[in-house]
């Protein structure tokens, strides 16, 4: 290769690597998780990305279609992280009850817990939005329900302790209780002894 040949070359930029329909919807998670559903615009997360807004309907026919597709990605990753936490063998179900409070109480992934909300929000405007917060739900109640009927409970109560297991690690995960008086790893301890004895 000459000395012209190879000057080209390397002077010319890079060329962006094609954003891929995942990365788009990565993407967008981060938009909802700062600002909600409703501050998700296709010209925002073009420049976020750093390409252009015609590059987005090469993957999706408009916001909508990036929306279903954001909530269709929740879900599936709801659903599949509910079913790992609670996955076990049996004789294990307890074990895998207090590991499932101990990982959604942990409060550990704000960024998480921000979608949670932006997308609970949204479903109270939108039916598909709705619905699939509902077959998340629907799921995460059923798999802790499962384990508690393992455990010997009738099936009344197997679904109240559910209940009861999410209203406890969702409702905790969402305050702010740096101003109440109260040691905050003991107060987990005391729930969940008695959501799971």
Not at 100 to 109: F, G, K, L, P, Q
Request: aromatic share 8%.
């Amino acid at each position: 290769m000459d000395q012209k040949s190879r000057l080209s070359k390397t002077s010319r930029p890079a060329a962006k690597e094609a954003l891929d329909r995942p990365a788009w919807i990565a993407g967008a998670l981060d938009i909802v998780a700062k600002d909600g559903i409703d501050g998700l615009r296709v010209e925002s997360l073009a420049k976020k990305l750093g390409v252009t807004k015609g590059s987005f309907y090469w993957h999706f026919k408009d916001r909508r279609d990036l929306i279903d597709a954001v909530l269709d990605d929740w879900r599936a990753g709801r659903i599949r992280d509910i079913r790992k936490q609670t996955a076990t063998e049996p004789g294990g179900e307890l074990a895998a009850l207090r590991h499932t409070i101990e990982v959604y109480a942990a409060a550990r992934n704000r960024k998480g817990i921000s979608i949670e909300a932006a997308i609970r929000i949204w479903a109270r405007q939108d039916a598909n939005g709705l619905a699939v917060v509902e077959e998340v739900d629907a799921e995460r109640l059923e798999c802790t329900r499962r384990l508690f009927l393992a455990l010997g409970l009738p099936p009344a109560e197997a679904a109240a302790r559910s209940a009861l297991l999410y209203a406890y690690v969702f409702g905790f995960s969402m305050m702010q209780c740096g101003r109440f008086d109260m040691d905050a790893g003991q107060t987990r301890d005391w729930i969940v002894e008695r959501i799971t004895r």
